[in-house]
């Protein structure tokens, strides 16, 4: 369906912190957008901003019959939806499977049963494991160390199975580590980023679990929205992964100097137990998204470090 060069797109877990800067993308570029969410993680909040301008249906992925009605009339689908976290997987891996695997499962019956013209799958850096390799590329065999990464790769197979046998185009991206505005600081598996940001605002020492020499391709969100928008327009890419990060490597300890570098502080950490499941190194080889979708970092880590800071010293601690 297209009415004055307006495509309309389908973000699922469009409440969430990557899916509501992905809807703010599209709204803001004119286009109609449709967001499914439960809203079991996301918040209202992310969407105030453009709540009178989406049409959003407050539904789970796991039911089917909903999301088949939601998915009518749509050209392009981000699924963003997931239950997120190493730690709550290994807690709940029934869970986990359901949201993420039968959930991304009735996402791509609903959109070849509707004529979506292309689903882009968020996957995950988890797939990789603890690889010895530098640099985690496509082409590399995954070994997945929790049930999430395994339900991320599992679904990740269904959209390639989904482009083989039914035709419905779908790309998956793999993000790595993203942060950003928004993310949520409070929850208990909050990602390390904005824990620390807000812990070094209020003059708290950041935690780390580990040594803190651990090391991640620290992301932040609007080149992965970039690399959600390629990788939905591309053509001749269907039915195959990429890797959307930025091909660096920041330690923890590296990450709280930069802060506080940014803060004027000299906050120094205090050390626990690494957590089980956890990959000791994560950096993204991203020649192929260069070379087939053409994706290049807009932003760096410190710049994006600096925007993210500046939003919670605005915005408050979540």
């Known amino acids: 369906m297209q ?17 509501s ?4 993308a599209l709204v803001e570029a004119g286009h109609r957008v449709r967001v499914v969410d439960n809203f079991s993680t996301g918040k209202r909040e992310n969407l105030a901003h453009v709540a009178d301008r989406i049409d959003l249906r407050e539904i789970s992925i796991t039911d089917r019959d909903a999301l088949a009605e939601a998915m009518d009339g749509v050209d392009y689908v981000f699924h963003l939806a997931a239950l997120a976290s190493v730690p709550r997987s290994i807690d709940d891996p029934l869970a986990s499977n359901e949201h993420n695997v039968t959930g991304t499962l009735n996402v791509l019956m609903t959109a070849r049963d509707a004529g979506v013209k292309r689903v882009v ?9 603890n690889s010895e390799s530098e640099y985690k590329s496509e082409d590399m065999l995954p070994q997945p160390l929790s049930p999430y990464a395994v339900a991320k790769l599992a679904a990740e197979h269904y959209c390639q199975v989904f482009t083989q046998v039914y035709g419905l185009e779908t790309v998956t991206v793999r ?17 390390v980023i904005p824990k620390f940001i807000t812990a070094m605002l209020d003059g708290r020492p950041p935690v780390v679990e580990g040594d ?22 591309t053509p001749g890419v269907a039915g195959e992964t990429f890797n959307i990060a930025c091909g660096g490597r920041i330690s923890l300890l590296e990450m709280i100097d930069t802060l506080n570098a940014i803060l004027g502080t000299q906050i120094r950490p205090v050390f ?10 994560s950096r993204a080889s991203i020649e192929k998204a260069r070379a ?22 605005a915005n408050g601690r979540g």
Not at 121 to 129: D, I, L, M, R, T
Not at 175 to 191: C, E, H, I, M, W
Not at 272 to 281: E, F, I, L, N, S
Not at 293 to 304: M, N, Q, R, T, Y
Request: charged share 15%; glycine share 12%; proline share 5%.
């Open 3 to 19: 009415q004055n060069g307006s495509y309309t797109y389908l973000v699922t877990g469009g409440a969430g912190f990557i899916g």
């Open 21 to 24: 800067h992905m809807v703010s």
């Open 121 to 129: 799958y968020a996957g995950s850096s988890s797939a990789y494991g």
């Open 175 to 191: 993000y790595f580590n993203v942060f950003g505005p928004r993310q949520d600081p409070l929850s208990t598996y909050a990602a």
């Open 212 to 233: 803190g020499h651990q090391s991640r391709d620290f992301t932040y969100i609007a080149n992965v929205v970039q690399g959600n928008l390629l990788a939905c327009h």
């Open 272 to 281: 626990t137990d690494p957590r089980p499941g956890d990959v000791r190194h």
């Open 292 to 313: 087939r979708l053409g994706f290049e970092p807009k932003v760096s880590f410190e710049d994006g470090l600096a925007r993210t800071v500046a939003w919670y010293a």
